[in-house]
């Protein structure tokens, strides 16, 4: 069992940065493959980045990401991080962290993960 906690979202403004944390309790942490989920009003729940387990040495991105946010953990802190730099309006949504051990899925199905936070806020001005 995996409890995950998000924070760090808030208002900032086009261009600005926000660091989100994800602290998690439970045991096992480095064996859990890691996740970044958004969701807008009125919209799905689309991948962020993902991050394999163990030492993290493998990250994935969605292309709408791709070259401005990093996603990073650190096993000794149980907490996972998402670093979001040339924030735009269109990255305003929940954001939630997520944690699964299937190893062999696409990072990017909400159903491999198995266990999710309750989200954080960003909003983006423009």
């Known amino acids: 069992q995996v409890q995950l906690v998000e924070s760090g979202g808030g208002l900032v403004q086009a261009g600005g940065s926000l660091r989100l944390s994800c602290a998690a309790s439970?045991?096992?942490?480095?064996?859990?493959?890691l996740g970044w989920f958004r969701q807008a009003p009125g919209k799905e729940r689309e991948f962020v980045a993902a991050?394999?387990?163990?030492?993290?040495?493998?990250?994935y991105y969605a292309d709408s990401v791709k070259g401005r946010f990093t996603i990073s953990r650190d096993n000794a802190k149980n907490t996972l991080y998402l670093q979001m730099n040339s924030l735009k309006p269109e990255d305003s949504a929940v954001y939630y962290c997520?944690?699964?051990?299937?190893?062999?899925?696409?990072?990017?199905?909400?159903?491999?993960?198995?266990?999710w936070g309750q989200g954080t806020q960003v909003t983006v001005s423009s």
């Open positions: 997520a944690a699964g051990r299937d190893y062999k899925s696409d990072y990017g199905l909400t159903g491999r993960y198995d266990y």
């Open positions: 439970g045991r096992a942490f480095i064996t859990y493959v």
């Open positions: 991050i394999n387990f163990g030492g993290g040495s493998s990250t």
